[in-house]
């Protein structure tokens, strides 16, 4: 099994640029979540998913979008970025839901300019 | 208010020493409570859940209190591979399941 896997790894982005971030897991688990990392913040919950075609927001759903068509597949849309969004962003998925234990994958280290 | 907040550290600490970390809550709904441990620009990873009567993996103990809405972890004869972020992890659920993480605890264990 791969896990929870995320492209691209590195990006750089100028302002006002849209992209997406993409999340897979092979684990056939319902509930998927992305976060975003800034130094000293610890990770902050974007938007989350207890399955296909069900979403909600997290902390900061600000400027992002998701959808989940698929059980495998979240992808996190920036709509325009902004330096504000200059970040590490984790996807994240578990078995069931927010009692089980959370995997996470490598990260996409975004940079807005 | 943060809805987990954590010890802001950073805990500088010998090899051998015991540390302890503290964690508050501010959803008296939660359910579900972790740690989890991230080393430096990596994934965080569970470390251990926390359970109402408290519960121990080895050198690791987990504690709860709910009435204070206060979970801690004890580190015992630290090792030097124990230097990492330490993140206090809530499972609230609201119309879904939200899981969201403190801010994190740094931990350098020092020879």
């Known amino acids: 099994n791969a896990g929870v896997t995320q492209t691209p790894k590195f990006q750089v982005l100028k302002t006002g640029q849209s992209m997406t971030l993409q999340c897979a897991q092979d684990m056939n688990h319902e509930y998927m979540s992305w976060y975003r990392q800034d130094p000293g913040m610890g990770l902050r919950l974007i938007h989350y998913s207890v399955g296909a075609g069900i979403t909600d927001q997290g902390e900061v759903p600000n400027g992002y979008n998701v959808s989940r068509s698929t059980t495998e597949d979240f992808p996190l849309r920036l709509l325009s970025a902004a330096p504000s969004q200059t970040s590490v962003y984790f996807c994240?998925?578990?078995?069931?839901?927010?009692?089980?234990?959370?995997?996470f994958g490598p990260g996409t280290r975004l940079t807005v300019t | 208010r943060k809805e987990v907040e954590q010890d802001p550290g950073p805990f500088n600490v010998p090899e051998g020493a015991t540390v302890a970390f503290n964690c508050t809550y501010s959803?008296?709904?939660?359910?579900?409570f972790f740690w989890y441990r991230q080393d430096c620009r990596k994934e965080p990873k569970l470390l251990m859940s926390?359970?109402?009567s408290g519960n121990e993996d080895g050198r690791f103990t987990a504690q709860l209190n709910r009435a204070s809405q206060y979970i801690s972890l004890l580190i015992r004869d630290s090792k030097l591979s124990d230097s990492a972020t330490y993140l206090c992890v809530v499972n609230s659920k609201t119309s879904y399941d939200k899981v969201i993480f403190g801010p994190g605890t740094s931990l350098s264990v020092i020879p």
């Open positions: 926390v359970y109402s």
């Open positions: 994240a998925s578990s078995y069931r839901g927010g009692s089980y234990e959370q995997y």
């Open positions: 959803n008296s709904a939660s359910q579900s």
